[in-house]
């Protein structure tokens, strides 16, 4: 995985962050998460295809072991993925679906830094990165989240949607090593006012000039925020580690819950 030599402080803030919101995925009491995420090559090859949207209908997957990266196995829900594809096809989404997945980094780090495989039933989506000319709006991954919300209350599980990927980052230009930290910082209040819709009426060129390639994985926190109806959070870190060429952080949305009691509480505030 990255290493942590020089930046032990920021790289702890990272662990610690990952540990933080297992706790709170284990708290929501989970049926399945969904754990929306890009892919780097392993099974979706750069020589394609390539989808601006994918989901692996299986009951189980791998994780690939790049990066020093534990080979193993992961529970999935077939039923679950399955009749997503087609609830999101009604709505008008063609979704690229495979009938086996192995899992990159950027799936599998997050899903074992924050959750126990015992007892979890996991869902990938993936949100294709690496063409340039396959490459779904940030408002198309908005209503993207919007249909999965739609389709799990037509379900009986409970749900919790996890978005991955790094801010600010440009791997692989010659603009790597390059962090904006402004772009960062405003990404991330929108999301803690629930204003991330806003960042949904971005376009990809806007992100790629501010944020770089690596940039494009905020189309997943983006995601995420839709499905749960852009109720707001609170950033727990922001670290932007020059080692590691990428600005880290870790944002906890307001559950749908808690944010309609704090919109009672307003109320009841307001007619005293």
């Keep these: 995985m990255f290493p942590s030599q020089g930046v032990e402080d920021q790289a702890r803030k990272v662990v610690d962050g990952f540990a933080e919101l297992g706790r709170r995925i284990r708290a929501l009491g989970p049926d399945l998460v969904v754990v929306v995420s890009s892919e780097h090559g392993p099974?979706?090859?750069?020589?394609?295809?390539?989808?601006?949207?994918?989901?692996?209908?299986?009951?189980?997957?791998?994780?690939?072991?790049?990066?020093?990266?534990?080979?193993?196995?992961?529970?999935?829900?077939?039923?679950?993925?399955?009749?997503?594809?087609?609830?999101?096809?009604?709505?008008?989404?063609?979704?690229?679906?495979?009938?086996?997945?192995?899992?990159?980094h950027g799936l599998a780090i997050p899903i074992l830094m924050m959750l126990s495989l015992d007892d979890v039933v996991v869902m990938p989506l993936v949100i294709g990165t690496q063409s340039m000319h396959a490459l779904a709006a940030p408002s198309r991954c908005y209503r993207l989240g919007q249909v999965l919300s739609d389709y799990v209350r037509t379900r009986a599980e409970r749900i919790v949607v996890?978005?991955?990927?790094?801010?600010?980052?440009?791997?692989?230009?010659?603009?790597?090593?390059?962090?904006?930290?402004?772009?960062?910082?405003?990404?991330?209040?929108?999301?803690?006012?629930?204003?991330g819709g806003y960042a949904a009426s971005w376009t990809n060129d806007y992100i790629l000039e501010h944020a770089g390639n690596g940039g494009l994985e905020i189309r997943n926190w983006i995601f995420a925020a839709a499905t749960l109806g852009d109720p707001g959070g609170e950033t727990l870190y922001y670290e932007p580690i020059t080692p590691w060429s990428t600005g880290m952080s870790a944002f906890a949305f307001t559950s749908p819950q808690e944010a309609a009691a704090q919109r009672m509480s307003q109320r009841l505030l307001q007619r005293k």
């Design 43 to 104: 099974t979706l090859l750069p020589s394609g295809p390539q989808p601006p949207f994918t989901v692996p209908v299986v009951d189980s997957f791998s994780t690939f072991g790049e990066m020093n990266i534990p080979k193993v196995q992961i529970s999935s829900d077939a039923n679950f993925a399955g009749g997503f594809v087609s609830y999101a096809g009604a709505e008008g989404f063609d979704i690229a679906t495979m009938s086996s997945f192995r899992a990159d």
């Design 162 to 195: 996890v978005g991955c990927g790094g801010l600010s980052h440009w791997p692989g230009t010659p603009q790597m090593g390059r962090i904006n930290e402004q772009f960062d910082a405003e990404f991330l209040a929108l999301l803690a006012a629930g204003d």
